[in-house]
């Protein structure tokens, strides 16, 4: 009788059974692991947009706050030249095209809202993909508290930047 050399098929179906139940138990805390980092991003967004809009309307107090996120980027992501009320360079210019999900920051778009003739501002941010870059809104307003709300499906930003008192209404970040 001749000695066979290797692994035999069971022995291989048990090595891949362990593989696949220890990737069944890691991928989903890979996953949670990875929405908490964007949802962290989202926060420093909108903390950095309100920073941007609180500069903004110190550079132009006739103008008030930005209407637009892209009035507090530059104009260019090589580039800010000439800063103006059009594109102040208070944000980063990645920060400042993430409106759509073509041009998302970490799973995340943004949108800022000015209101009462410049005198109060909105920001917000939204999961582009519900439950898989992230489960949560978040907005923050002049007083700079980001607050957020856990979402059932995908929203817009612009759901929370249409007055303050609709991102007042949301649960403040402790």
Known sequence: MRKQKGFSLIELLIVVAIILIIAAIAIPNLLRARMA???SSAVAGIRTIVTGEVSFQSAYPTVGYAATIGALGPPS??????????????????????TAAATQKNGYIFSVGA???NTSFSAAGAAVNWNQTGVR??????DGVPRY????AT??????????AVCVALTPLQ
Do not use: D, G, H, R
């Open 37 to 39: 980092a964007n949802e």
């Open 77 to 98: 992501a090589v580039a800010c030249a000439t800063p103006n009320s059009t594109n102040a360079c208070f944000i980063p210019w990645v920060l400042s095209n993430a």
């Open 115 to 117: 209101f009462l003739n």
């Open 137 to 142: 809104s978040f907005c923050s307003i002049e």
């Open 149 to 152: 709300k856990v979402e059932v």
């Open 155 to 164: 929203v817009a930003p612009t759901t929370y930047t249409a007055s303050s």
